[in-house]
């Protein structure tokens, strides 16, 4: 009897995950149970067993899971500062050292307010236009951290819709609260915001179609229409004194080239801003800038000026530049490097028409353009490909060592990249702050030439 429990042994035939048949060791009568009929059931049962088991490991593996986004980071403290830097000339101007309208005075501070008012709304609604923007794959990589972790996250696209839609809304809103139903200016303001919710639109269109760059050149074209229809201004321009004595008159009226030279302002300075872009926080940090410059401008000119139709020129320009600031403030505290959100060209087409009405109505375009020193440089440079006499790639951007996170200039003509081969090597942080300083000082000295000229130039 010892013997026979000790020679049984037990063999187990897998037949699955959960799944085994014991088959004990028999005697030759028991084994004569498993007939030849029975081996290839149990066969059979063994395969649809290991079937059923690679599924259920199959369906165990985990799905493929979509990029990671970028995490939306305010950079608060880093806009405040800004905001002190370029806010405290202005608000120097207008309450120490000019003499301002008690009227006037007061509108331009309803406007602040409304303004103050949307740089908040519009810090609170980017987050929430990411969501929806993300759920229909708007969304970018950022190329200039390409080979690292924030090259691989998803950046939510066109969020300059938000900047272009509060501004809209504030625009209207002052307007209630500001113009009569009478006022000379009302069908102009009307008219200025219709061509800039026309480039907002075109920008936005252009952001999801992905539109050519011959077709990108001609769409402030269109947008432009509902201002050169409605302005009633004058069309005339005054010589420089110098030149008087070889073109004779003081003043010239152009006539209908001043109002094709009105188009072609809007169409540059739209495209002007899109094409110098490309690192984080440039696009919008150029609309800062210009802005800011824009406001003192205007102050200085109401504070110097004892004509009345001149200061509401001005003061006109205010109304619109003020929210144009607020919120592009906003969004380049998300956008600023590292970058939560991209702007898209729904942001430099709108900053951009902004900036031309602006510059049109506030009859100052020659001024505007020195602003614009740092775009029409990067426009001379961009000639050569945007016209296709060299060949254009579709980003013209540096290249970026993901070893050393440093960005190196290529042979595009553009401003970013003859900046890098001018200077050398450095991050895209640094070379932004390098631009943008550049633009600072562009505005500077425009305002050094104004102070050295006036009296001999105009």
Not at 49 to 59: C, F, M, P, V, Y
Not at 260 to 271: H, P, R
Request: charged share 15%; hydrophobic share 45%.
């Amino acid at each position: 009897m010892d013997n026979q429990i000790d020679n049984k042994t037990t063999n187990s035939y897998s037949l699955g995950v959960d799944f085994k048949v014991e088959i004990e060791s028999a005697t030759p009568s028991e084994e004569e149970r498993f007939t030849e009929r029975e081996k290839p059931a149990i066969a059979a049962r063994k395969r649809a067993l290991a079937d059923a088991s690679a599924t259920e490991h199959k369906s165990q593996d985990p799905t493929p899971t979509e990029p990671p986004t970028a995490p939306l980071n305010s950079k608060s403290g880093f806009i405040l500062k800004l905001s002190l830097l370029l806010l405290s000339p202005y608000l120097y101007l207008i309450f120490h050292h000019y003499k301002i309208d008690r009227d006037l005075k007061k509108s331009i501070l309803v406007n602040a307010g409304f303004s103050l008012a949307g740089f908040f709304v519009t810090h609170k609604m980017i987050p929430v236009a990411s969501k929806y923007v993300l759920r229909r794959n708007l969304f970018g990589y950022d190329i200039n951290k390409r080979g690292t972790y924030g090259g691989t996250l998803r950046v939510p696209e066109s969020l300059g819709i938000v900047v272009g839609i509060v501004f809209l809304v504030l625009a209207i809103l002052f307007q209630y609260s500001n113009f009569t139903s009478d006022s000379n200016w009302l069908v102009e303001y009307n008219a200025a915001l219709a061509s800039i919710c026309f480039m907002t639109l075109l920008g936005f269109v252009d952001d999801v179609l992905d539109v050519p760059w011959r077709v990108k050149l001609l769409l402030p074209s269109f947008a432009t229409l509902p201002l050169l229809m409605a302005y009633a201004g004058h069309t005339t321009i005054v010589i420089p004194k110098p030149l008087i004595p070889y073109l004779g008159p003081e003043v010239l009226d152009l006539g209908w080239i001043y109002k094709l030279y009105m188009g072609l302002l809007a169409v540059f300075c739209t495209n002007s801003i899109n094409i110098h872009a490309g690192l984080n926080g440039l696009e919008v940090g150029q609309t800062v800038v210009i802005a800011s410059a824009i406001l003192m401008l205007n102050i200085m000119q109401i504070g110097a000026s004892t004509d009345p139709e001149y200061k509401q020129a001005h003061a006109f320009s205010i109304y619109l530049v003020q929210p144009l600031l607020a919120t592009s403030l906003a969004l380049l505290s998300y956008n600023w490097n590292p970058s939560s959100v991209f702007v898209g060209d729904t942001c430099t087409y709108f900053a951009g028409m902004t900036m031309a009405v602006v510059g049109i109505l506030g009859h100052f375009s020659e001024t505007l353009l020195i602003f614009f020193a740092s775009q029409v440089l990067n426009f001379l440079l961009s000639l050569p490909q945007l016209s296709g006499l060299v060949p254009c790639p579709r980003h013209r951007l540096p290249r970026f060592d993901s070893k050393t996170g440093q960005l190196t200039g290529t042979n595009d003509g553009t401003l970013v990249n003859f900046t890098l081969r001018l200077l050398g090597r450095m991050s895209e942080k640094s070379l932004c702050i390098v631009l943008l300083l550049f633009q600072a000082s562009a505005c500077c000295l425009c305002f050094v030439l104004r102070y050295y000229l006036a009296g001999w130039y105009k």
